[in-house]
């Protein structure tokens, strides 16, 4: 999701739907690194994440 977002093939406003639902569908990951990400994507309405927070987060999870 991070990836279609950051190359622009997803919009933040569907991705926001998508970790929203996600959350709400109290779904439990093991590794914080993907919660971090979820969140990212969730609360993007809010804090307005750049393409580079993006990436970041997409490097983050590559090295797990």
Known sequence: MLEAV??????????NYAATCIIF????????VVNEAIWLVEMADLDQPTIDDMRAAIDRLTLL
């Open 25 to 32: 569908g109290d779904f439990e990951f093991g590794d914080d």
């Open 6 to 15: 950051a190359g622009q093939g997803l919009s933040v406003e569907i991705a």
